[in-house]
């Protein structure tokens, strides 16, 4: 099982449905890859074109196929509200060692209800030779 770094930008959304009917929303996102979990800043009153560009760091193995995105609308009063989710496809890391920038589709039941965009690449883990490292000698 091949090990490493999933570094992943987060850059940002556009078309999102507004969850406030008064305001702005305050967009943040829940990044998790298996049982790893990272949380963006909240992007306060940016509404539904909210840009992050934030960068977040997973360890990573060959078995995990996605990365998942929930976009939540932070809430003073109340629970925060769910905006929408969207999956990445990760096996094109593996295999390319990044993904470029790219759109992904945001659904909330079933439905579309915007973008986000976001890059990822591998970063490989240096093989522990039992203290000695492979030299060109």
Do not use: H
């Amino acid at each position: 099982m091949v090990r490493g770094k999933l570094v992943v930008q987060l850059v940002g959304a556009k078309g999102l449905e507004n969850t406030d009917f008064l305001n702005d929303m305050d967009p943040y996102v829940i990044l998790t890859y298996r049982s790893q979990e990272k949380k963006s800043t909240v992007a306060s009153g940016k509404g539904c074109e909210p840009e992050w560009n934030e960068t977040f760091v997973f360890s990573i193995s060959e078995d995990a196929e996605e990365l998942f995105l929930k976009i939540m609308d932070s809430d003073s009063i109340g629970e925060d509200d769910i905006v929408g989710e969207a999956k990445i496809p990760i096996e094109p890391v593996f295999s390319e060692g990044s993904i470029p920038i790219t759109c992904y589709n945001v659904v909330k039941d079933e439905e579309y209800c915007g973008e986000i965009k976001e890059y990822s690449e591998r970063e490989y883990e240096e093989e522990n030779l039992g203290g000695w490292k492979e030299s060109s000698y």
